[in-house]
């Protein structure tokens, strides 16, 4: 079976999400070729194929396109079956040619599968499978869900009406993606991301109980709630609470949480503690008493389920998978979002747990992410996806 | 006296402006700045470009024209060469500087007026300079954020500041920010507080609430306005159901903000719109019920200002130099920074507000602003501050 996926870049080292998909459908015997537009050079899991460079000179930019143009011949029914097919949906000539050009690279392909590893990536390219006469799939990841059809409206019309199958990475993005018009006769499956859960075995259980830390790893990004924690965090040492809270991490809203900090007087309690590589995030996350992940907006987020997997007491939001990802009471505890007041209640509440009661909650976290989360059953959930014909 | 005010841009905000106007009726003023023509220039003052970087032959043009400048007035092939230099090895951050201080000589400046702390390394060599006294203004995001969430921007203006004769302070509240950074017994720094004709803000005698309450925010879509907290006072509102309309003008487009009314359920009442000409404001302003200022720091509001002066009532955080502006029940409301409840709260109670309390505080507020904004009361102020570097020893 040849699947092709469509993503901007080459995944990155920790990209775990793509990395074990693809690994686990390779040793399965499939082919799997990544469509990007750009590719990291340690990048070694699978062929790449580059889509068409777009040069601002208009001279390069001509002979690019008379290239492409040969290089298309060969693939001649694939394009006509696409012009077809957008001169249907409304594409006016120019644009056309346009878009012909930048699904060059699509066009020339062999798949069974075109799988769109965000929605946001089909956007442009939602009739190429038809026209290769693939199939065409299309994660929900988050942002492309919950985020950027608040800000274009409609954007997946196309989309809906050319997806044979989707997959989900949780129950409420679903629910969200059909708020925002997916069909309800279009196959879903909800496959969740994976961790390693052998990496992410804590090597010492014992915490300094002295030194309470807090932690938190992620984007410095507004979605991720970072203000609201710290706003929480504020009023905990309004009480009397001592404590460091350690952000790992960079991201454009540095300014507005570092600021956040200083304003309510907890300079000296945050830590902003930069991005690090996967072995110092865990050598961090041993230390840390509670993990936090007070999101505004979230897919899923692995690094609650590694924090998991360490056994740490997580504490997060009900941001969308957030609540799938953490049950309430039973593998740590989810807080409505928006309500600071809340999350430092329960943190209070938390931490008056005592050893036993922790022990259960922690136990039983490490449990179901091991069964649960691990890459073993998300890469044979994935080969599952692919060879379950779809209902036409 | 010849007075530069330099803000970066030809395109000047309304308070430089309107200072600019007051002031050239007595002294020559020029506004220089790195961007091209202006469409409308202020009465009075002279405008010099000094080319802009988002054209390179704009900046070539601007550069040999100030070099050949030099050359003429003074026989400075040296600079002339210098430019040449930077043309050819493409350093444009170099040849802007070589063009600021060249057209600085030429003017030859009393007083060079720095709007923002950012410029202070393009002012360096003016800076050092004993002939030519420095003033620098304390405003928002450069004064009050940046440097106390960047060690090294809070060394780089240590450094800078023992070397500026004289502060301009937008607000008490920012003056004492600003010793946090440099202070000194003799330190020069007055509180300006900005100006407005009043002739141009007439009071809407006709103020009725609407049945449906109409709040207004306007500004960009900044964290440092805080609109995350009025909408999610905004929830808390339609949760009790209180009906409302909410419009934030400037706000459009901003991801965040969509997606919070979207995840609030509230999309329904609340609005975002694009930047629009001050006439408008005023316009939107009338017809409005209350202005919100959320915000999580400011320097000294100046929409508070004009909101008071044409009788919108305002409800704004207690932050910066807002309590210098408002006081509490009497020309206005103010809450605690960060807190829906707190924003929700305030509104509910201006709703229970009585038409003559209401007249009340709209009519201090006029009073208050009035007495503290008036433009001539500015450059009076401003005159003062520039006379005290030029007479006094600042450094």
């Known amino acids: 079976m040849h699947i092709g996926l469509v993503l901007s870049q080459t995944p990155g080292y920790s990209e775990t999400f793509f990395n074990s998909k693809i690994k686990g459908l390779r040793e399965h015997g499939m082919d799997v070729r990544l469509y990007c537009q750009g590719k990291k050079d340690d990048f070694n899991l699978c062929p790449v194929i580059l889509s068409p460079r777009v040069s601002r000179n208009p001279f390069f930019q001509s002979w690019y396109f008379l290239k492409e143009v040969v290089l298309l011949l060969p693939h001649l029914p694939a394009v006509i079956r696409y012009i077809k097919l957008e001169r249907k949906e409304g594409t006016g000539v120019l644009q056309l040619f346009k878009k012909t050009y930048l699904n060059a690279h699509l066009l020339k392909a062999k798949l069974d599968w075109l799988h769109f590893g965000f929605a946001t990536m089909a956007l442009g390219s939602e009739t190429v499978a038809k026209a290769i006469e693939a199939k065409m799939a299309v994660s929900f990841r988050g942002f492309d869900i919950a985020v950027y059809p608040v800000k274009q409206p409609d954007c997946y019309r196309m989309l809906w009406k050319y997806l044979d199958k989707g997959h989900t990475i949780s129950n409420d993005l679903l629910v969200l993606a059909k708020k925002h018009g997916l069909p309800e006769d279009i196959p879903i499956e909800k496959i969740t991301p994976a961790i390693d859960v052998n990496l992410f075995k804590s090597d010492s259980q014992i915490v300094n109980a002295k030194e309470l830390v807090f932690m938190t790893t992620g984007r410095l990004h507004w979605k991720k709630g970072f203000v609201q924690t710290v706003e929480a965090l504020a009023i905990l040492k309004a009480q009397g609470l001592k404590f460091t809270y350690k952000i790992i991490g960079e991201g454009p809203e540095y300014e507005r949480i570092a600021f956040g900090a200083y304003q309510l007087g907890l300079k000296n309690e945050i830590l902003f503690l930069g991005k690090l590589p996967h072995h110092q995030v865990k050598k961090e996350l041993e230390s840390a008493s509670i993990y936090i992940q007070y999101s505004i907006q979230e897919g899923f987020c692995n690094a609650v389920l590694e924090a998991q997997a360490m056994g740490k007491l997580c504490i997060v939001s009900n941001a969308e998978g957030l609540s799938e990802n953490v049950l309430h009471g039973k593998t740590g505890w989810v807080v409505p979002k928006y309500k600071p007041q809340l999350l430092a209640e329960t943190i209070n509440r938390v931490l008056g747990l005592n050893s036993e009661e922790r022990k259960t909650i922690t136990e039983y976290a490490q449990k179901r992410v091991k069964e649960e989360f691990n890459i073993e059953k998300q890469q044979s959930e994935f080969i599952r996806f692919y060879k379950t014909k779809t209902p036409v | ?395």
């Open chain 2, 1 to 395: 006296m010849t007075i530069v005010l330099f803000d970066g841009s030809l395109k000047t905000t309304p308070f430089i402006n309107r200072l600019a106007e007051g002031l050239a009726k007595k002294h020559t003023v020029y506004i220089i700045g790195f961007n091209d023509s202006l469409k409308q220039k202020v009465k009075g003052v002279e405008y010099m470009a000094l080319g802009t970087t988002q054209n390179a032959f704009n900046l070539l043009y601007h550069s040999l024209k100030i070099a050949l400048m030099a050359v003429f007035k003074w026989g400075d092939f040296n600079h002339f060469f210098r430019t040449l230099k930077y043309i050819v090895t493409k350093k444009t951050e170099r040849l802007k500087q070589e063009n600021f201080n060249k057209t600085l000589q030429v003017i030859a400046p009393d007083i060079l007026h720095i709007q923002w702390p950012s410029l202070l390394g393009l002012c360096a060599d003016a800076i050092a300079n004993p002939k030519i006294k420095t003033v620098l203004s304390q405003r928002g995001f450069q004064s009050n954020v940046r440097p106390f969430v960047d060690a090294e921007n809070f060394s780089e203006l240590q450094d800078y500041y023992p070397k500026i004769d004289g502060f301009h302070s937008v607000s008490k509240e920012i003056s004492k920010v600003g010793d946090k950074i440099f202070h000194l017994a003799n330190k020069i720094d007055k509180v300006v507080y900005s100006g407005f004709d009043f002739e141009k803000l007439p009071f809407n005698f006709n103020y009725i609430k609407n049945q449906t309450l109409k709040l207004l925010s306007i500004g960009r879509p900044h964290w440092v306005k805080g609109y995350e907290y009025a909408l999610r006072a905004c929830a808390i509102l339609k949760e009790k159901n209180i009906s409302f309309e909410y419009t934030v003008v400037g706000g459009e487009g901003n991801e965040e903000l969509q997606f919070l009314v979207d995840d609030l359920g509230i999309k329904e009442s609340v609005r975002f719109t694009e930047r629009i000409s001050q006439e408008k404001v005023y316009e939107i302003m009338r017809q409005s019920d209350l202005l919100l200022l959320p915000s999580v720091i400011e320097g000294l509001p100046n929409i508070a200002v004009e909101a008071m002066a044409v009788g919108l009532p305002v409800i704004s955080t207690k932050c910066g130099g807002v309590e210098e502006l408002i006081v509490d029940n009497e020309t206005g409301w103010l809450v605690t920074v960060r807190s829906p409840e707190a924003i929700a709260k305030a509104i509910i109670s201006f709703l229970l507000v009585s038409e003559e309390g209401l007249e009340d505080v709209r009519k201090s507020a006029r009073k208050t602003v009035e007495a503290k904004h008036n433009e001539a009361q500015m450059v009076d102020e401003m005159e003062d501050l520039y006379f005290e570097v030029l007479f006094l020893n600042g450094r």
